[in-house]
């Protein structure tokens, strides 16, 4: 089994992704509060009490990065402050800036202020390299 490197992160700084635009951000809680993802060989995205910040929240310069296999499977551990949210996550395998609906790798339900466990899988087809993942609450 081969591994990528993943991030969400500082890789593709010449790739331009879209920004995307919310008819609620923060008024309702409707943000992603925690994210916890464990990779392999002891990568993790540890990105507690992020807070809202107008929506879009862009946490690129925060570093981390993860490497995840292909074929392998996963759980995020995602928060919300939100009654109830869903959220979906995608990496962009393809690196063309866009996260298309073959390259979601999860969804889930959120419950306010708990972290839930979102299943996510990676397929065996994805390109190896450096990518961006998204994750959104809807
Ligand atoms: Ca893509």
Redesign the pocket.
Known sequence: MSCFTLTHLQAQQTISYCTPTYNYDCEFGSEINDFVLSGENGTIINDLATGCSGGYDDRTTSGDTITLAQGGYYVAKISTDAENNDVALWI?????????ET?KIGEGALIDGSLVDIQLSIPESATEGIHRMRARCF
């Open positions: 962009d395998f393809d690196n063309n800036g866009t996260f298309d390259e």
